[in-house]
């Protein structure tokens, strides 16, 4: 689990392409820290586990199905991505909740200055577009953001010079793709009150029962 706060900006050093996976090889200082084999680091949004590690960069495997469902396929050597690692028991929540699994990408459409703030707005699918709301949630590479608005194809986001600068939204241009997780919470709420889910069922949890209760 992630909380979208970066903590850095790493550079894709090497890339070891097989038929349908590849290995990242990542320039990278403060993720380091602590670091184990097996431990899990978001490379713009996308949780990918560590297999090797050295001073100045870690190596993890990227698998067929990530290839396919994020823009990790279009890293070239010298790319600079968005890490984050995995969330401490004791550290701050100071995003919101990160699976590190991809929903899909998006196309920025947009990209509007606004005084100190810029705006970007960014095309999605309907399966994405969905479990977007306003003033709710969502990751762009990885980064905790708020929605501002929301259209049918399309939502925006406002965001701040430090956001900016820290991540790699700073480089993004009208027409590069990007990675999406919506608020997982929409998520698992969806899924408890589909028609005919057993487990809904046996559990009690039906849209009359939330909305009885407040929920609504």
Same mark, same amino acid.
């Given at each position: 689990?992630?909380?979208?706060?970066?903590e850095?900006?790493?550079? #894709?050093?090497?890339?070891?392409?097989?038929?349908h996976?590849a290995v990242?090889?990542?320039? $990278?200082r403060?993720?380091?820290?602590?670091?184990?084999?097996?431990?899990s680091? $978001? #490379?713009?949004?996308?949780?990918?586990?560590?297999?090797?590690?050295?001073?100045?960069?870690f190596a993890?495997?990227?698998?067929?199905?990530?290839?396919?469902?994020?823009?990790?396929a279009?890293l070239?050597s010298g790319?600079? @991505?968005n890490?984050?690692?995995?969330?401490?028991?004791n550290?701050?929540?100071?995003?919101?909740?990160?699976?590190g699994?991809?929903?899909?990408?998006?196309?920025?459409?947009?990209i509007q200055?606004?005084?100190? $703030?810029?705006?970007?707005?960014?095309?999605?699918?309907?399966?994405?577009?969905r479990?977007?709301?306003?003033?709710?949630?969502?990751?762009?590479?990885?980064?905790?953001?708020?929605?501002a608005? #929301?259209?049918?194809?399309?939502?925006?986001?406002? @965001?701040i010079?430090?956001?900016?600068?820290?991540? @790699?939204?700073?480089?993004r241009? #009208?027409?590069d793709?990007?990675n999406?997780?919506?608020?997982?919470?929409?998520k698992?709420?969806e899924?408890l009150?589909?028609?005919?889910? $057993?487990?809904?069922?046996s559990?009690?949890?039906?849209?009359?029962?939330?909305t009885?209760?407040?929920?609504?």
């Amino acid at each position: 689990m992630f909380t979208g706060i970066i903590e850095e900006i790493g550079t #894709v050093r090497q890339i070891q392409k097989g038929r349908h996976s590849a290995v990242l090889h990542i320039e $990278a200082r403060t993720v380091l820290e602590g670091l184990k084999i097996g431990d899990s680091i $978001a #490379v713009n949004g996308v949780c990918l586990t560590v297999i090797s590690f050295h001073s100045d960069g870690f190596a993890a495997d990227v698998m067929h199905e990530t290839l396919n469902r994020s823009s990790l396929a279009h890293l070239r050597s010298g790319s600079h @991505v968005n890490l984050e690692r995995a969330m401490s028991a004791n550290g701050r929540f100071g995003g919101h909740m990160v699976a590190g699994h991809v929903d899909g990408v998006g196309q920025i459409i947009r990209i509007q200055k606004d005084d100190t $703030a810029v705006w970007y707005t960014v095309q999605a699918a309907s399966s994405v577009m969905r479990y977007i709301v306003e003033k709710g949630s969502v990751a762009i590479d990885g980064i905790s953001l708020t929605v501002a608005e #929301v259209s049918t194809e399309s939502f925006s986001v406002s @965001v701040i010079p430090h956001t900016a600068t820290v991540t @790699v939204l700073s480089e993004r241009r #009208v027409g590069d793709t990007v990675n999406l997780e919506t608020d997982i919470v929409g998520k698992y709420v969806e899924k408890l009150l589909q028609p005919g889910e $057993a487990k809904a069922a046996s559990s009690g949890l039906t849209e009359e029962f939330l909305t009885r209760y407040g929920f609504s």
